[in-house]
């Protein structure tokens, strides 16, 4: 099979799982958000090409959607990792020494201000204002699993279990 061939295959399943959730949500409009939700939960973010295809879709202009994906935080326009890493720098956080954590993650996994997922697709790294646990600050979540009174050393036993772990599971196709 050709790789023009195989990225076109590729396309055609995204747009077919698109294409369910929107008849799930009955081609609403008044449901984008839940629409780009469940896109987002699928693919992980939205690319560009899924947000045209959804407002023609729903007979909306491109830009309302695009305006909403780009409005909260939530949605992401660029590919995340399998492992999305939230360190939280709100207040509490921050004064129990967050961002050495962070530094130590970007240290670990070659990451940068402007570098935030490892080449690999493995790792995403993200600082947010706040995760609602002040307190067991400073506060580390994996996905959804949250991880209490972390520190550098911590995070980074962590991340190395993470690795182990990814490394055992069976790869899907």
């Known amino acids: 099979m050709t790789e023009t061939h195989e990225n076109e295959s590729v396309m055609a399943r995204k747009f077919e799982r698109v294409c369910e959730i929107l008849e799930?949500?009955?081609y609403d409009?008044?449901?984008l958000i839940p629409i780009l939700q469940a896109v987002q939960e699928e693919y992980r973010y939205l690319p560009e090409k899924i947000l045209t295809f959804i407002a023609i879709s729903l007979k909306v202009p491109p830009a309302k959607v695009y305006g909403v994906a780009t409005f909260y935080s939530h949605f992401a326009l660029e590919p995340?990792?399998?492992?999305v890493i939230k360190v939280c720098d709100g207040t509490a956080c921050?004064?129990?020494?967050?961002?050495?954590?962070v530094e130590a993650i970007e240290k670990k996994l070659g990451l940068n201000e402007s570098k935030r997922t490892t080449d690999d697709m493995?790792?995403?790294l993200e600082t947010v204002s706040c995760l609602g646990a002040c307190g067991l600050a400073p506060v580390v979540v994996v996905n959804d699993e949250v991880h209490s009174l972390m520190?550098?050393?911590k995070t980074m036993a962590m991340l190395e279990k993470i690795v182990m772990e990814d490394a055992y599971e069976p790869v899907a196709n």
């Open 29 to 31: 409009s008044n449901k």
């Open 122 to 124: 493995m790792f995403t």
């Open 151 to 153: 520190n550098p050393e």
């Open 94 to 101: 921050h004064v129990k020494n967050s961002i050495p954590i």
């Open 24 to 26: 799930q949500n009955k």
């Open 80 to 83: 995340k990792g399998r492992y």
